[in-house]
């Protein structure tokens, strides 16, 4: 067998060859979830100018001083009520209050609200019962939003608070990378289905869009290097992933097409367990990567080369929660090997526990439906003692 | 001003009077992030009988016992190649083995596959190198999917791995929850738009979209009651979220609205700091909630009221990521109030520390574009101190 290839070696050697995905303009209000190929930053201040955030008067301060229930301070009233809807036209001169709503912005010569519970109105004034301090139930300009801030980093995954800060900038589009995938799903016994009916595909697909990317082709080939190349080919997707057919002996079909297409970069066989059949390869800046057809492999190939790779690149592809909890049995690797090892974490009286589930099985949809999470063990350690506290990354919560 | 409510017993009361939302077929394919109305468990085993992991001869392990490279056994080669799209029809005899490929099921009488490396072939006959123990190299019946596996459970959002499963079964649809949302921005300043474009809505709709449910209506109206009733009523949306027009004040034509539908259940004002405007009503079954148009109080309605609440009904309404981090200022909240404030996480000495920002202010999008997370101080705790560990829900990585 072949030499394996180190997982930090490749992601260090494979990213000067990869290009970032397309950029496309899309509608502000569909981005959610995208990855941004923009920063943006803000350009102006909320409120404009200091606003209030009570119902009450809008006075000066200085005024008001001595006020108190038991000497209520008179303040001539202008005409009228300061809304939310409007610029305030009035000035206030000294001595004067003028009625003002919740967000209205305070007049010229205002610095401060008196609430309404703490004032009375008789014969044209009001009656100030207690002090206010300068700025008191205002909003000071760029309390809400603020000139400077970063609405959205280029790379970033666009989440609510960015959509709304593309909103008040204006903004009706966002140029976001057009990170798209096409999966292949390959393999004899897959297209005939005699057995079950093929999956690993879809679980994949769920993978990607979990992730932020869209899945524009999924198909199925037979072990058939002509018929996987002229999916290549014709894919027109960011990265291509095809499952199936990795094997390092004779059922290699998806990776001798991937060969056929004298790529600039290819490695075949990682030093990871499970998943070490994978193939990554890069053509015109584009990523390849060919993984086993078996779910866990084809999860660790995820979690272990494909997350990290994009996330090099300049994605800020989502991790899953972690936590941190004993192990009830030691997991083994070999020294230089990622070891991917499923878990069922529980609550114990040690706080959380992690159960190792059949370490060998890279096939099990088992050991992803009972577990909830996975460890992930890196090249320079051999594994983690029983009792020992690891961190699991969690693909569901902990029932 | 009026009694608040405790949270607590705001969400012990409102359960009695909620339905879940309505259920709906949808295609397994389309289901993903979903919250599934089915239990579904798994029905049969993968593999359906032992099959090869690698490529080599189906044997029976009793025969090669005494194997080694010095002194090869030699046994019978039945014709022909097992690969993984047929059932195996041979039967193998003492003696003898069949060609197998990775993926195929052994034939009758085999136990374990010599790989392809350990043995040669020479005149009809196979010579194997080296022993195999009983199962070796094989993958037993319910290895990859057993029976009895939870697939997916009723209120859990659909994964991957839960996709994959209802494949494996056989299913084209699953019944899920439909989980639909009505936003309503409410405000004369909104309609109007004069200082800046309103954005809450869509924060919230973000927010919705982020926690698998669909929105399926987005509106603005003025301060109206007529014209938020009529809303309400033509709502077709399991929950009407409405934003604006809570004030305790005069300014609650929201409140009014919701209070005209005669709900059977219905609070105004919560003990929570900042968010104490929201309203909360059950009608025929189904959530209102009316919450403050600035978006970080309406955040800690969602995730203070409306996330426990889902919660609390059975559906599994997924949290953020959390991590401990040192306060580098004390967080105060009074007693009996739920706090909840907006933090910056970053690496510091003492591993993460969080850094509270503008406890006070409730409209800042500022603090959720400068910051990353937030801590909730439960009902029962007067706050945090400064250098104490605190638990951060993370609304994005951190730096």
């Known amino acids: 067998m072949r030499e394996l290839h180190s997982v930090s070696v490749v992601l260090r050697d494979v990213r000067r060859y990869l290009k970032l995905p397309g950029e496309v303009e899309v509608p502000v209000e569909g981005a959610l979830g995208l990855y941004s190929a923009e920063t943006v930053v803000s350009t102006f201040k909320l409120p404009p100018k200091p606003k209030s955030v009570v119902d009450g008067y809008a006075v000066r301060a200085s005024d008001v001083e001595p006020a108190s229930p038991s000497s209520p301070v008179p303040l001539k009233l202008s005409g009228g009520v300061l809304r939310p809807t409007g610029e305030a036209s009035v000035r ?35 009656y100030v019962l207690r002090r206010v301090a300068v700025y008191e139930n205002v909003s000071l300009p760029g309390e809400e939003y603020d000139e400077g801030l970063v609405v959205v980093r280029r790379g970033e995954r666009i989440r609510p608070q960015s959509v709304a800060g593309l909103i008040l900038e204006g903004r009706e589009s966002v140029r976001v990378f057009d990170a798209t995938v096409g999966i292949l799903n390959v393999g004899d016994e897959i297209v005939s289905g005699t057995f079950f009916k093929p999956f690993t595909h879809v679980f994949v697909k ?16 037979r072990d058939d290097i002509e018929e996987i190349a002229a999916w290549l080919n014709r894919s027109g997707a960011y990265m291509s992933v095809l499952l199936g057919g990795t094997s390092m002996g004779g059922h290699d079909f998806t990776v001798r097409a991937v060969e056929g297409l004298s790529p600039e970069y290819m490695v075949h066989g990682f030093a990871v367990q499970p998943g070490k059949t994978a193939c990554l390869a890069v053509k015109d800046g584009k990523p390849i990567v060919a993984m086993s057809g078996l779910p866990v492999a084809a999860l660790s190939t995820l979690e272990v080369v494909v997350k990290p790779m994009l996330r090099d690149l300049g994605l800020d592809v989502p991790d899953y929660p972690r936590v941190k909890a004993v192990l009830t049995r030691r997991i083994t690797v070999k020294m230089g090997v990622v070891g991917f090892a499923r878990v069922r974490v529980y609550r114990c009286s040690e706080g959380l526990c992690a159960e190792p589930l059949m370490v060998g099985g890279s096939g099990s949809l088992t050991s992803l439906l009972r577990g909830n999470g996975f460890v992930i063990v890196p090249e320079g350690v051999e594994g983690y003692e029983e009792g020992e506290e690891v961190e699991v990354h969690l693909i569901r919560g902990v029932v």
Chains 1, 2 share one sequence.
């Open 206 to 221: 769920g993978w990607f869009e979990q992730h932020g990317f869209r899945v524009q082709e999924l198909s199925l080939a």
């Open 92 to 126: 206030l001169a000294p001595g004067e209050a003028v009625r003002i709503e919740t967000g209205a912005l305070l007049p010229e010569g205002a610095d401060a609200v008196v609430p309404v519970e703490d004032a009375f109105e008789e014969d044209g004034r009001v």
